[in-house]
């Protein structure tokens, strides 16, 4: 039912005719009780009655017939009708009737201003010629019961003056409304535009800090509007795989004095965008999504998965995850070599660990992570060898339960630790789930 509702007030020619019909009801309504009444003319029946001219009836031919004020049923409507010595009763219906025009406010200005002319039309048509009887009786039992002036104005001219001036005020009411109203539309269409213009502003804003900050990150400083510039933000994380990979001969490939080294940084860039493309593509996967972007430094990209609770699996599942994202952006740069026809070698090191992510800087800000975990995986990127993927006695514990295949490489010196047993990731099992 309310649906129906709705599609029927949604039809703007059914609306007017529902509008139209209400009216026309409301104003027959007003008028019915006037066809039902005794319209003689009383100088006319006393001229008669006492064979004399019209213009012969005076008040004391009226005070002789007995006829009085109020006194609707006499000896000229006989006693099977009834007149009315009170007609501005009708006026006042039709009056009521004309107001029903301002309650349908949908309805068009030129269809009210239709049908204002026309009860007008009707009501003067029966107030002036048809039933103007009703008005002169009840003029002269007033003129002569109470003492009015012959001068003053008849009820039939009062009627029309009030009609006439009754419409034009509601056409200029009805005017109003409907530029109200169409500014009203101008308006919310404009609102509306406004707060999609927002949204949309809304969600480039929220692209554009995404892409600076992790989205996490950026939702807490989207909330957090009252919060002062100089706040600190930090987050204490827990088992953090943290990967470093080096394009390990990139600047032996630098050539400042070629073009200023733009064309070498031109290619550095699209190395980069493709490991970001990698990104964007992995992303798209569920297993992947924990993993985050930290920085590029030189030659050097760096990431990180597990830096939040949602992100950080109790079964290491983000450790598997960064390690693929270790091998397919190594994929990828042999990719790049395979078609602009250079040899460069990656260096990848990860750990695993506790670190401390944290947002510095009030404009510009940058987030970066902190911690052992942090330095060790830049030692085994740094201190690792070429093509190869560096990792920590840690993370070998977590991926050998995961079908990845190891070598291991022994002791090595590493600065600030000492001796430590690392391993080379060769591979995985064909029955690994994750292969």
Not at 133 to 153: K, P, Q
Not at 331 to 358: D, K, T, W
Request: net charge negative; proline share 1%; aromatic share 10%.
């Amino acid at each position: 039912m309310k649906l129906l509702s709705y599609r029927m007030m949604s039809n703007r020619i059914f609306t007017q005719a529902i509008s139209m019909t209400t009216i026309v009801m409301v104003f027959v309504a007003s008028l019915f009780c006037m066809f039902a009444l005794n319209t003689t003319d009383l100088k006319n029946c006393l001229a008669r009655i006492y064979n004399i001219s019209e213009s012969e009836v005076t008040n004391a031919v009226l005070s002789n017939s007995g006829i009085k004020y109020g006194d609707e049923t006499n000896n000229c409507t006989g006693s099977t009708s009834a007149t009315s010595h009170f007609p501005e009763y009708v006026l006042f219906s039709v009056v009521s009737a004309m107001l029903s025009n301002a309650v349908f406010i949908k309805a068009s200005n030129l269809l009210k201003l239709t049908i204002l002319i026309a009860m007008s039309i009707v009501f003067l048509v029966l107030s002036m010629v048809t039933h103007v009887s009703l008005y002169d009786n009840r003029d002269f039992l007033l003129y002569t019961y109470l003492g009015y002036s012959e001068t003053t104005f008849s009820l039939k001219w009062i009627s029309m003056a009030t009609i006439l001036l009754f419409s034009a005020t509601l056409f200029i009411h009805a005017q109003q409304v409907e530029s109200t109203s169409r500014l009203d539309f101008i308006w919310k269409q404009q609102a509306h535009e406004e707060k999609e213009e927002m949204a949309s502003l809304r969600t480039y804003n929220m692209k554009l800090v995404a892409n600076i900050l992790p989205l996490h990150v950026a939702e807490h400083f989207l909330k957090s509007q009252n919060k002062k510039d100089e706040d600190l933000y930090y987050q204490d994380c827990d088992n953090v795989c943290v990967m470093f990979a080096t394009i390990a001969n990139f600047f032996e490939f630098y050539m400042e004095y070629y073009n200023e080294g733009v064309e070498c940084l031109r290619l550095l860039n699209e190395i980069i965008a493709d490991f970001d493309e990698v990104t964007d593509r992995i992303l798209g996967q569920e297993r992947f999504l924990c993993i985050e972007k930290i920085k590029t430094t030189g030659a050097t990209y760096m990431a990180a998965s597990g830096l939040t609770e949602k992100t950080n699996f109790a079964d290491n599942r983000h450790v598997i995850a960064a390690t693929e994202y270790a091998l397919a952006i190594r994929e990828q740069l042999q990719y790049v070599n395979s078609h602009c026809f250079n040899n460069f070698q990656m260096r990848i090191g990860i750990s695993v660990g506790p670190v401390v992510a944290g947002v510095i800087g009030a404009r510009k800000p940058q987030y970066d992570i902190w911690g052992n975990t942090v330095n060790v995986a830049s030692r085994m990127d740094s201190t690792g060898e070429l093509g190869a993927i560096q990792v920590t006695q840690e993370v070998h514990n977590v991926l050998s339960k995961n079908g990845y295949i190891f070598e291991c490489r022994g002791n090595i010196k590493v600065k600030g630790k000492g001796d430590m047993l690392t391993y080379l990731l060769k591979g995985r099992n064909v029955e690994s789930p994750e292969a």
